[in-house]
């Protein structure tokens, strides 16, 4: 872990400021500012990098480009409101949705094949999403969605479909008509990336997703968005990345480290590895630290360490899962010194049973897992284990940990290697 870390340093910028006022952004969040954000980030650009300020006050935008050498500073005070407008996206991006290339909606934020690039400041990011704008899209009542209104379920079937058949990529034209949500910031294919002190809320979709991206950054950012997948922070198929510091409040998992779905994973064919999470807190989320589903490209060299995940509303603390249709390695996952206040389901939880579950040709793989230093005031498992007869999960060692108020008897199923030591449930060693 030191040794990654040591490799993970954020970009540096000139110290120039280009305030997008001077570009004719207007406060109120009423005038659209998209213009003077686009002329702002060229003349930065174009002077050799900086500094594009948005100061105190709310401006109101559409889709936001970086380039290299960029850093868009939201200053303390400052909110970017983000257009529910749809066309506000346009034209389309080269994109990865759920673990599947294609082109859609830009990312409210979104960076490609760049350099140098930063989302820094103490200001507000606000997606403007709720259960009448982007959360619909999802298709279920509870998100907002009324009988007979469109969704985006079909072209989520469609584009999978695509991915699983090899259709080229540029023909996997989605966007306006097909109602697949766009997230909030994106680095793709790009190197050398920092996201700091922000706050994000109210994300049409998952909020943080650099993907095939190295040496990124990600520090003392609050996300508060419980919307439908509301995912923290999702690292895909990236090379060294550090997320510390940081409060996840989210609408489904709190950080998800994926590397692609099924045939399309595959075919990208890059891990996700040399991931540090540390001092980062997680309330409400489906899993604190997920890996998967989307894995079929692995994942491998993960440390979550001096983390804190409590609350009622969360599922698991630590959670691996895929299938055999995602197949993918998951191996060397390093979970230390964290405290869990409660969880609603496992501390650990490793399942092989996740939606499509054996009816695939692609086994999983989990190896080299390890708990160590962990307490828990309460779950109703301590540790949930399935496997695969024909693929178990194997090299979990669980060592010096204290699992309070375990409501249930712990499940394991076809798994090799389970090591003990030094371990208490309920009071009574394991």
Not at 33 to 54: M, N, Y
Not at 114 to 139: E, F, I, M, R, Y
Not at 334 to 360: C, H, P, R, S
């Amino acid at each position: 872990m030191a040794e990654i870390a040591a490799r993970i340093q954020p970009p540096k910028f000139p110290d120039r400021d280009f305030d997008i006022t001077k570009y004719g952004a207007m406060a109120g969040g009423q005038q659209d500012s998209t213009a003077a954000l686009r002329d702002a980030i060229a003349a930065c650009s174009t002077a050799g990098g900086g500094r594009v300020v948005v100061p105190k006050g709310v401006f109101l935008t559409g889709a936001i480009h970086l380039k290299s050498n960029v850093n868009l500073h939201v200053s303390e005070g400052a909110t970017l409101l983000f257009s529910r407008d749809p066309k506000q996206y346009l034209p389309l991006v080269f994109t990865r949705w759920e673990g599947t290339e294609c082109m859609n909606y830009s990312p409210l934020i979104y960076a490609f094949e760049v350099t140098n690039v930063a989302v820094t400041g103490a200001g507000v990011l606000d997606g403007q999403a709720d259960t009448s704008h982007w959360w619909p899209w999802k298709g279920n009542a509870r998100s907002g969605w009324k009988q007979g209104e469109p969704n985006g379920q079909e072209s989520r079937n469609r584009l999978m479909d695509m991915g699983q058949k090899g259709v080229p990529v540029a023909e996997r034209v989605f966007g306006e008509g097909h109602y697949l949500r766009p997230p909030f910031i994106q680095p793709y294919r790009s190197k050398n990336i920092l996201i700091e002190g922000i706050t994000i809320r109210n994300s049409p979709f998952w909020e943080l997703h650099p993907v095939l991206s190295a040496n990124v950054t990600v520090r003392n950012v609050k996300i508060s968005s419980l919307g439908p997948n509301n995912d923290g922070c999702d690292p895909e198929s990236c090379t060294d990345v550090l997320i510390e510091g940081c409060e996840f409040n989210t609408g489904d998992d709190c950080i998800a480290i994926k590397s692609g779905r099924n045939n399309d994973g595959r075919r990208v064919g890059v891990a996700c590895q040399n991931l540090i999470v540390r001092d980062c807190n997680m309330k409400d989320g489906h899993g604190g630290v997920s890996i998967g589903s989307e894995i079929s490209g692995d994942v491998r060299n993960v440390y979550v360490d001096h983390c804190r995940m409590d609350s009622p509303n969360l599922d698991r603390a630590l959670r691996l899962k895929s299938n055999a249709v995602r197949g993918g390695i998951m191996e060397n996952v390093f979970f230390t010194n964290n405290t869990v206040g409660q969880v609603a389901e496992g501390v650990l939880d490793i399942d092989f049973n996740y939606e499509e579950a054996d009816k695939g040709p692609f086994k999983p793989v989990v190896r080299n897992i390890v708990l160590e230093n962990i307490t828990s005031k309460r779950s109703k498992y301590a540790v949930y284990l399935r496997g695969f007869a024909s693929a178990p999960i194997t090299g979990v060692r669980v060592s010096h940990c204290d699992f309070e108020n375990v409501a249930q008897n712990d499940v394991v199923e076809h798994v090799e290697g389970l090591v003990f030591h030094d371990v208490k449930r309920n009071g009574k060693a394991m």
